[in-house]
């Protein structure tokens, strides 16, 4: 699935009746964190909300929300963590990109970067930098070829300042791209899938950066199975080639895989596929690759519970200090809304805990958000619709 919008409107559907029965037949469950919802958008200020946020050395939050804003286009927002919420820009006047759908990054400077789904000058989407004090220039607009189209995910910044992220179609085999955009908006295509056998197509998810320049994501659909795989580009100084790390066949390592990967400390890496799996209805699954001697394994972590496409959609966060894993599921949970969970790790296994599950409405649901933690340990997200005006929120999970 190349839009995640989509995604919203058409699991509403399947979900709506869910959502409804168990809120009107349920009491709402008890939590041992402490649930806040910071801000309610209101459209005029952001809607709909697919990507969660990013915290800069002052802890204020940065995100975006699909929709919404003065043209419609989607917006940049900034709030505190106490839940005062300003729109830095709006996007969808004349050139300018719209429908931004990924989380943010930001450098040492305060500029933030991202990517829109559509919008530009060819419609195919773009690639901007926000500068700290709210000036948008965009770096590079899609123009749907060989080049790629409609950038979903967010972007990995390098020590050059360059720019790497994906685009979920275009390129030469129609299958999407992975790319470069330097900071004076050059463009380079890096990679086009499909251009070997049951290869990755419709990469949704970024890239990660390893010290020596290679990349490594995961491609939503296609490999053997239909299902999506795990890949590298392995960094040379003619190019970068592909090697594809995994193949998700569904059953029991699970599939679709629309969050990206992280790192840990001893460069293993972690991710999660939206469905599928051993879990209870398979929720999709939690996993890790290891490497040792130049070779990469790959190793279940958890099944989740769940329906459908109803696992985590954006990338992990990983607490170094403690080794734990905590991220949200998009409409997994009692109220089929979502939930936000962590994974301690203990004698060689992982222990699932549901820190808080949506109940749909007011309180919101349809997660797609990844999560940030202050110093404090408090979690922060976003919410694709419900809360009080039914445009989505931020929200805060504290210990």
């Known amino acids: 699935m190349r839009h995640l919008s989509n995604t919203s409107t058409r699991l509403f559907v399947f979900a709506f009746a869910f959502v409804l029965a168990f809120a009107l037949s349920a009491s709402s469950p008890a939590h041992a964190q402490t649930f806040t919802i910071l801000h309610n958008f209101a459209s005029s200020d952001g809607s709909a909300p697919l990507a969660g946020l990013v915290m800069d050395a002052k802890q204020n939050l940065y995100g975006t929300a699909s929709s919404g804003g003065e043209y419609n286009g989607g917006v940049i927002f900034k709030a505190s963590r106490s839940g005062a919420e300003m729109v830095m820009h709006s996007f969808g006047s004349g050139t300018d990109g719209s429908s931004p759908e990924g989380s943010l990054i930001i450098d040492s400077a305060g500029n933030l970067y991202g990517t829109t789904f559509a919008g530009g000058a060819a419609g195919a989407g773009t690639v901007f930098k926000i500068s700290s004090n709210g000036k948008e220039s965009i770096l590079y607009s899609f123009a749907g070829g060989d080049d790629g189209a409609n950038p979903v995910a967010g972007l990995t910044i390098n020590a050059s300042g360059n720019l790497y992220g994906t685009t979920s179609s275009g390129g030469a085999y ?31 998810a970024g890239v990660t950066l390893d010290p020596k320049g290679n990349l490594y994501g995961t491609a939503s659909a296609g490999g053997s199975y239909g299902y999506g795989t795990v890949f590298e580009l392995k960094y040379s100084a003619s190019g970068f080639t592909e090697n594809i790390l995994h193949t998700f066949e569904m059953q029991n390592d699970g599939g679709t895989p629309y ?72 409409c997994d949970g009692a109220y089929s809304s979502g939930t936000v969970y962590s994974l301690t790790p203990s004698a060689g296994s992982w222990s699932y805990t549901e820190l808080y ?43």
Do not use: C, M
């Not at 992975?178 to 990755?200: C, K, M, P, R």
């Not at 469905?275 to 130049?294: C, I, K, M, N, Y």
């Open 174 to 204: 129609n299958s999407g791209t992975v790319f470069e955009v330097s900071s004076t908006g050059q463009h380079t295509t890096l990679y086009s899938f499909g251009s070997i056998a049951n290869d990755g197509t419709d990469p949704v």
């Open 259 to 330: 969050a990206g990967l992280i790192f840990d400390r001893s460069g293993n890496l972690y991710g999660a596929a939206t469905q599928g799996g051993d879990g209870s209805g398979g929720g999709g699954t939690v996993f890790e690759l290891t490497r040792s001697a130049g070779n990469w394994t790959f190793n279940v972590l958890y099944g989740l519970a769940g329906w459908g496409i109803s696992g985590t959609f954006r990338n992990l966060l990983f607490d170094a200090s403690t080794g734990v894993i905590y991220a949200t599921t998009h």
């Open 357 to 399: 599950t949506f109940t749909g409405g007011t309180n919101g649901y349809y997660v797609f958000s990844n999560l940030v933690i202050d110093k404090s340990g408090s979690l922060y997200g976003t919410t694709n619709t419900g809360g009080a005006n039914g445009y989505g929120e931020i929200f805060k999970v504290a210990p």
